[in-house]
């Protein structure tokens, strides 16, 4: 099991330049966990996608339809107090917080194209090439 990022959820589900690596790390572990909000900064991003008229609403839906099934039931509630301490130790959002800190709860690699994210938590998050590319 991974925790993936929002963006690696998009990656996989909306066509972009990181898409072949995003079906790599798919490939090498389809079991992808996320906390509660990815669902809301998922439709925040492909509200843009549709205003850059880079999708169509129909597509969009699509894809918000496909990455629900790879996420599944696995979705997860963070504790407020850990969030709010990586936030204040590392300068992330509390966005981002909630990623790591539910790879942390899980004991996961939080899989990301953050280069903030890979800085802030070193033991915990891993670059999306690194892992598409790693050996099973």
């Not at 996989?12 to 995003?22: R, V």
């Not at 809301?40 to 549709?50: Q, Y």
């Not at 699509?62 to 979705?75: D, K, P, W």
Request: glycine share 2%; proline share 2%.
């Amino acid at each position: 099991m991974i925790v993936a990022d929002v963006n690696l959820i998009a990656y996989l589900t909306i066509q972009s330049e990181h898409s072949a690596l995003a079906e790599a790390a798919y490939a090498r572990d389809a079991a992808w966990a996320a906390p509660l909000l990815w669902s809301s900064e998922f439709r925040n991003t492909l509200v843009a996608c549709v205003r850059d008229c880079a999708v169509t609403v129909e597509s969009a839906l699509l894809s918000l339809r496909l990455a629900e099934e790879i996420i599944g039931e696995r979705e997860f509630a963070v504790a407020s107090e850990n969030v709010l301490r990586l936030a204040r130790e590392t300068q992330c959002s509390a966005y981002d917080c909630e990623y790591a800190a539910l790879a942390a709860d899980l004991d996961v690699p939080l899989v990301t194209t953050d280069e903030q994210v890979l800085r802030a938590f070193p033991k915990t998050a891993v670059s999306l090439g690194r892992f598409a590319r790693k050996r099973k």
